[in-house]
């Protein structure tokens, strides 16, 4: 039985939200800021798949977690939700709180912006609770005062992510079948940006616009990198083994690695090749996790 279940209060109390998986199609990395954070474009789209997060609003903020991520998750304290509510509040005088109930499915560490999209699922479920408008300032504010990601999940679709992760533009997408899969091997985001070693105050690139259209936004994405990914491979080498699991799967259109890894995806036409291809790596490599999904 979950904690939310022991508390006294009916279904209409309970809110909930999903809070998708997020993966970067491409990341570009333009530089690096005189404070040390890197300066992105990246195309940063969201998964079929993902955790859950409800809320029972109230006075008291507390939090329980479920589900099979949540063993690896440290003190509750330090927990993206709590830190993006206590953000909000800090923002929002006479903010109404609550307890929330998160079941953990993503892998923790492994790129997908699991975390982030936890903390976004908490703003929105407060912002929900509170009545504020989705374009509430604060809620920006917020999101960003939790971490890089946390705005673009708080967007929550299709978008072009720039600056530090500040900036977000809307983008029409096409729609993807794809496999996510993460080898078990947590990556620290902090590490991986720490072994470009890119001096303070450096530029290095433009961003460069994608394309409308699903063939040429396909080609265009082919051409692009993830820079990340040299760094994550140093650190995580099992991500040449992931790579060429995908590449050998029936129909995959495109291979690469999400974030700061080392979750890898393909994409396929359809969720039906994503499917048959998820069951084809799952069967080779039973101890990674494996999600065949839609992207979009
Ligand atoms: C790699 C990405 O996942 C791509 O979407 C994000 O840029 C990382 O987002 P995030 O995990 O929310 O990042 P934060 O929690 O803000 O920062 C984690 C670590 O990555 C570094 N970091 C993060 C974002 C950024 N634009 N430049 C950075 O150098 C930070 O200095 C910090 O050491
Ligand atoms: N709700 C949460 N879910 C996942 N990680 C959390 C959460 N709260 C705190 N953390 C901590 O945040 C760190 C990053 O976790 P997360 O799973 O978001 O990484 P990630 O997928 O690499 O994110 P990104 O793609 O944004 O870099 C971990 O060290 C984890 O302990």
Redesign the pocket.
């Known amino acids: 039985m979950s904690a939310t279940s022991l508390l006294p209060h009916t279904d209409s109390d309970v809110l909930s939200e999903r809070?998708p998986a997020?993966v970067?199609l491409t990341l570009r990395v333009l530089g690096r800021r005189e404070d040390g954070y890197h300066q992105l474009s990246s195309i940063v789209a969201f998964a079929g798949t993902g955790?859950r997060l409800s809320l029972i609003p109230g006075e008291e903020l507390s939090l329980t977690?479920d589900g099979p991520?949540a063993g690896?998750?440290?003190g509750e304290d330090?927990?993206?939700?709590?830190?993006a509510a206590r953000a909000l509040a800090a923002r929002v005088p006479g903010l109404k709180l609550g307890h929330f109930h998160?079941i953990?499915r993503?892998?923790?560490?492994?790129?997908?912006?699991?975390?982030?999209?936890?903390?976004a699922a908490a703003l929105r479920l407060l912002a929900r609770a509170n009545g504020l408008a989705a374009d509430d300032p604060r809620l920006h504010e917020a999101a960003l005062a939790t971490?890089?990601?946390v705005p673009a999940?708080l967007h929550g679709r299709a978008c072009l992510m720039e600056g530090r992760g500040e900036h977000i533009t809307p983008l029409a997408l096409p729609r993807f079948g794809a496999v996510l899969v993460n080898p078990r091997v947590?990556?620290?985001?902090a590490e991986v940006f720490r072994l470009l070693a890119i001096p303070p105050g450096t530029r290095r690139g433009e961003a460069v616009a994608p394309p409308s259209g699903r063939g040429a936004i396909l080609d265009w994405l082919r051409t692009e990198p993830n820079d990340l990914e040299p760094p994550a491979r140093a650190l995580a080498p099992v991500l040449g083994e992931v790579e060429a699991a995908l590449e050998a799967t029936p129909g995959a259109l495109l291979v690469r690695m999400?974030?700061?890894?080392a979750?890898m995806f393909a994409l396929y036409a359809d969720c039906r090749a994503a499917a048959r291809a998820a069951k084809m790596v799952a069967a080779a490599h039973p101890q990674w996790w494996v999600k065949s999904t839609v992207l979009g």
Do not use: E
């Open positions: 809070a997020k970067n955790d977690l991520g690896v998750l440290g330090d927990n993206l939700v709590l830190r998160l953990k993503l892998p923790v560490a492994a790129g997908l912006g699991g975390g982030s999209s936890d903390a971490g890089s990601d999940c947590p990556v620290s985001t999400s974030g700061s890894g979750t």
